[in-house]
Nanobody, 115 residues
Framework: VQLVESGGGLVQPGGSLRLSCAAS????????MRWYRQAPGKERELVAV????????NYADSVKGRFTISRDNTKNTVALQMNSLKPGDTAVYYC?????????WGQGTQVTVSS
C-alpha cells in the first residue's frame, strides 16, 4: 500500500487549498478513504471520510461546510478541497486507509494558514 499526498502550502486566512492523495497497491475502489491532520503538540484527528463508491461522506464538526472530500476511482485519487481556511487549520494532513485491520498513512503534507 502506498499513499502519496500533495498540494499543501502556505495560505492566508480565508484562502483555499486542494490536497490530493495518490493511492496504489490495493483495490482503491473498494476502500474507504480518510484525511487526518495533526497540529504541533496535538493528537492526530480525523478530518473527513469518504465511502468506497464516493456516495457517503462525513466530516469533523470543525471543518463542516468548509472542507469537501472527493475521490476518483478511475485515477485512484482522493482529494480534500479546503475553503475559508483558518489559522486553526494549520497542521500536517495525512491520507489514510485501513486494510485488513492495518492502518496505512502517507508521508503527510504541511498546511500553514497565516497572514
Amino acid at each position: 500500500v502506498q499513499l502519496v499526498e500533495s498540494g499543501g502550502g502556505l495560505v492566508q486566512p480565508g484562502g483555499s487549498l486542494r490536497l490530493s492523495c495518490a493511492a496504489s497497491g490495493f483495490t482503491f475502489s473498494s476502500a474507504y478513504m480518510r484525511w487526518y491532520r495533526q497540529a504541533p503538540g496535538k493528537e492526530r484527528e480525523l478530518v473527513a471520510v469518504i465511502s468506497s463508491a464516493g456516495d457517503s461522506t462525513n466530516y469533523a464538526d470543525s471543518v463542516k461546510g468548509r472542507f469537501t472530500i472527493s475521490r476518483d476511482n478511475t485515477k485512484n485519487t482522493v482529494a480534500l478541497q479546503m475553503n475559508s481556511l483558518k489559522p486553526g487549520d494549520t497542521a500536517v494532513y495525512y491520507c489514510n486507509t485501513v486494510r485488513v485491520g492495518l492502518f496505512y498513512w502517507g508521508q503527510g503534507t504541511q498546511v500553514t494558514v497565516s497572514s
